[in-house]
């Protein structure tokens, strides 16, 4: 059974950044897209990042240029390092490996931006 545990959430305030981490085991991290998503209280949940097999990132347009996604295979670990963080970004985030419809996912890490 494939396992994804996340870190690095917490209470951070406006401006400041954090490094969320997401590390895999019980598959062949390599093989796999991995993603990040967030759902804040009421909201949808979408998703914020991914990065391919390939290293081709994608990002939604709210974090576009403040988050970066990356990837360590030999750790079989995804980060999403974010900066700028604004209050709209407060929400769970999730560790998504193999996509959303089919794919494993983290428990989730609280990221509150706060004064």
């Known amino acids: 059974q494939v396992q994804l545990v996340e870190s690095g959430g917490g209470l951070v305030q406006p401006g400041g950044s954090l490094r969320l981490s997401c590390a895999a085991s019980?598959?062949?991290?390599?093989?796999?897209?991995m993603y990040w998503f967030r759902q804040a209280p009421g909201k949808q949940r979408d998703m914020v990042a991914v990065i391919f097999r390939d290293g081709t990132k994608n990002y939604a347009d709210s974090v576009k240029g403040r988050f970066t996604i990356s990837r360590d295979n030999a750790k079989a670990t995804v980060y999403l390092q974010m900066n700028s963080l604004k209050p709209e970004d407060t929400a769970v985030y999730y560790c998504n490996l193999g996509g959303p419809a089919l794919g494993s996912w983290g428990q989730g890490t609280q990221v509150t931006v706060s004064s």
């Open positions: 019980g598959t062949i991290f390599s093989m796999y897209a």
